[in-house]
């Protein structure tokens, strides 16, 4: 299963809300996490199950979708919130990851 | 609180075989309903899921690298290991271990927890 993300990367500013889409080349229901990744570290875990926030996380992220198409929404963008995002498929192995979508500071 | 640490030779040579072991602390690796596995990230790309091991002892692997890789389990020293043969230049990345939570009532969860990183480059 092939894993799209768009946009690829983007400039926004403190307070903006964010959306970043995930599209799979198939469906797989709700199967899908986002992930948050900074430069040097492994990759945090955010959302599972298309919206499921996982614990401790920040209540400005959220997720939706099933089937084809998710959407990582950023409510309102914080300082630390600026990495790149990654979506990943858990309906079937192999597992998979989207190419990851870098958010930068405008 | 649960804890993985990659460890392994950083430089390994073409044609020979990359070794890397995990090491859980704070938990138990043979914990019922949990994947152990490697998910690989050459530098300036993106995540790269290579495969994982049930806690029964299914394996998963990825297919582009099926040929060249074992995953294995050992309860008694609370550690997995990843084996990748015949090496080349593509296969440089830092590679991480990692826990997922198998599916809970229809409930399938994301990679939570992470070791740092190891960076392995091959090169002769």
């Known amino acids: 299963i092939q894993l799209t993300q768009s946009p690829s990367s983007l400039s926004a500013s403190v307070g903006d809300r964010v959306t970043i889409t995930c599209r799979a080349s198939q469906g797989i229901s709700s199967y899908l996490a986002w992930y948050q990744q900074k430069p040097g570290k492994a990759p945090k875990l955010l959302i599972y199950a298309a919206s499921t926030l996982q614990s401790g996380v920040p209540s400005r992220f959220s997720g939706s979708g099933s089937g084809t198409d998710f959407t990582l929404t950023i409510s309102s963008l914080q300082p630390e919130d600026f990495a790149t995002y990654y979506c990943q498929q858990l309906n079937s192995f192999p597992l998979t990851f989207g190419p990851g979508t870098k958010v930068d500071i405008k | 609180q649960l804890q993985l640490q990659e460890s392994g030779p950083g430089l390994v040579k073409p044609s020979e075989t990359l070794s890397l072991t995990c090491t859980v602390s704070?938990?138990?690796?043979?914990?019922?309903?949990?994947?152990w596995g490697w998910i690989r990230q050459p530098p300036g790309k993106g995540l790269e899921w290579i495969g994982s091991i049930y806690y029964s002892g299914s394996t998963y692997y990825n297919p582009s690298l099926k040929s060249r890789v074992t995953i294995s389990v050992d309860t008694s020293k609370n550690q997995f290991s990843l084996k990748l043969s015949s090496v080349t230049a593509a296969d440089t990345a830092v590679y991480y271990c990692?826990?997922?939570?198998?599916?809970?009532?229809?409930?399938?969860?994301?990679?939570?927890?992470w070791g740092q990183g190891t960076l392995v480059t091959v090169s002769s």
């Open positions: 704070g938990g138990s690796i043979s914990s019922s309903s949990y994947y």
């Open positions: 990692a826990r997922r939570e198998a599916e809970v009532r229809g409930v399938i969860f994301g990679v939570d927890y």
